[in-house]
């Protein structure tokens, strides 16, 4: 679907008012900095080094001329031609494109989340590009009827992004062992948290499948730590600001892994805006702050875990096998109830993907999708 506009402009601002009814402002000196003539036809990389650009140039016209707006400079008999639609895509946003949902408790994992089949992924491009959108926009999304031999999880997620290998094994079981290096390999409750906060890097999406599941306990616990994150600013500040600016230090030890990284229990882009919750009460190390400042991050620190603890924020559901679920592991907190192996076994199987190659997969996907509609 073609974007059309309608166009007004002073000697420093563009204004387009597209038909879909968004507005993009863009400044003389950006469209100069953005001028198509000066990218690589091929790569589309920049060739002009900003210390060349004319910064006092100014607009003398401008007009849209078929799919394009057309512009003169004051300066120049040279015209500068930029597509509306690339000017659509690129205008500055006013709202994120991330939907935030805190009513875990209500929702309906089967019904509110993103479902797709494993025979469809792939092969139905309109569902999968959808299916990866909510996955980016909601931070979760299942597929159901993945074969259930072990390993299968990996030939389902291949498509999605590059599977990244860890201490735990390119793939990892989650199930009751005897002897435990992890809680997750036992029978016992997990309050919600996200994986391997002492990485560097934090790995970006998890996906686990059920190979078993167990009738009495053994549920998935789910909620969106970037809306508690946001959540928790605007209902006491003080303690979001303690939580983006104290560096937490994470530890994890194994026989074969010594493990440590430092970072905050919630991070900000430069813009402000909530972009990662590294929560994991099991894996802080001991903190080495003043007592000041200690005071204030456990103060902090304990409100944001009882903020966790409402039933309210988290939702629940029991996999069936075959069923997969992929989440972004630097937002989705994740959790389980308490179940009893001996009885009867349940059995997980999972994975971390790059977080760069999943959002990679879902942005070609969907430019490939809006060219073909």
């Not at 089967?110 to 025979?119: I, P, Q, R, T, V």
């Amino acid at each position: 679907m073609s974007t059309t506009c309608q166009l007004q402009y002073t000697p420093t601002v563009l204004t387009l008012h597209f038909s879909d009814g968004s507005r993009g402002e863009f400044l003389s000196v950006w469209l100069i900095d953005n001028d198509p003539q000066h990218r690589d036809a091929y790569s589309g990389q920049r060739l002009v080094d900003v210390a060349d650009l004319p910064l006092a140039r100014t607009i003398h016209a401008a007009r849209v001329d078929g799919g394009d707006v057309l512009i003169e400079w004051s300066d120049s008999h040279v015209t500068t031609r930029v597509s509306v639609e690339w000017l659509h895509q690129h205008r500055t946003r006013a709202a994120s494109d991330v939907h935030y949902w805190l009513d875990g408790a209500q929702r309906n994992a089967f019904e509110d989340c993103a479902w797709l089949s494993h025979s469809a992924y792939g092969n139905d491009a309109a569902q999968t590009a959808t299916w990866l959108r909510r996955l980016v926009t909601e931070g979760i999304a299942f597929l159901s009827a993945v074969p259930t031999h072990e390993g299968a999880i990996l030939a389902a997620v291949a498509p999605m992004g590059h599977v990244i290998d860890t201490n735990y094994g390119r793939l990892f079981d989650v199930r009751a062992v005897a002897v435990a290096e992890n809680l997750a390999y036992t029978d016992r409750g997990l309050g919600l948290h996200t994986d391997n906060p002492y990485r560097d890097p934090v790995p970006g999406f998890q996906a686990l499948q059920c190979l078993l599941a167990s009738t009495e306990g053994g549920d998935s616990l789910f909620a969106d730590g970037w809306a508690v994150a946001e959540h928790l600013r605007a209902t006491d500040p003080e303690s979001f600001a303690t939580l983006t600016t104290t560096p937490v230090p994470f530890y994890y030890r194994s026989a074969g892994a010594e493990l440590r990284a430092e970072r905050p229990l919630i991070q900000l882009t430069a813009r402000g805006v909530v972009c990662a919750v590294h929560y994991n009460n099991r894996s802080i190390a001991p903190l080495q702050l003043k007592r000041a400042e200690l005071q204030r991050f456990y103060h902090a620190y304990q409100r944001f875990a009882l903020l966790l603890r409402e039933p309210r924020l988290q939702m629940h559901l029991r996999l069936r096998p075959g069923d997969l679920v992929v989440f972004d592991n630097q937002r989705i907190l994740h959790g389980r109830t308490a179940f009893a192996s001996m009885r009867e076994a349940r059995h997980l199987q999972g994975c971390y993907l790059s977080r760069d190659s999943v959002l990679s997969t879902a942005a070609v996907l969907n430019r490939e999708y809006r060219t073909a509609c």
